[in-house]
């Protein structure tokens, strides 16, 4: 059974860096993630978890929202199977717990209820 594992965390100021990771966890390793759309969700104390970012198994499309577009990268390292969140230009806004989700096969929908493997989270908290 596969199982995602977020890593990659942590404080950063305003207008800085950091890079996620999405792994599969070490009894799961033998899943290939590029079998699996991949995608990035973040949820903020209080409010409703939200899309950030996907790659899919369709050519590697990628599907972004609208707030992180331009500042955000979702890429696959397929000889670590992992999945990469490079979040530059980081924003106070950003800030909350990021989840990676996996979907097998295709999906242009950055919807949590598309994806049905989830990780445990990773904080990200931007400081103004």
């Known amino acids: 059974q596969l199982q995602v594992v977020e890593s990659g965390g942590g404080l950063v100021e305003a207008g800085g860096s950091l890079s996620l990771s999405c792994g599969t966890s070490?009894?799961?390793?033998?899943?290939?993630?590029?079998?699996?759309?991949i995608g990035w969700f973040r949820q903020a104390p209080g409010k409703e978890r939200e899309g950030v970012a996907s790659i899919s198994t369709d050519e590697d499309k990628t599907n972004y929202a609208a707030s992180v577009k331009g500042r955000f990268t979702i890429s696959r390292d397929r000889a670590r199977n992992t999945v990469h969140l490079q979040m530059d230009n980081l924003k106070p806004e950003d800030t909350g717990v990021y989840y990676c989700a996996a979907k097998s096969g295709p999906t242009e929908y950055l919807v949590p209820t598309y994806y049905n493997t989830w990780g445990q989270g990773t904080q990200v908290t931007v400081s103004s």
């Open positions: 070490a009894s799961a390793s033998g899943f290939p993630l590029n079998a699996y759309t």
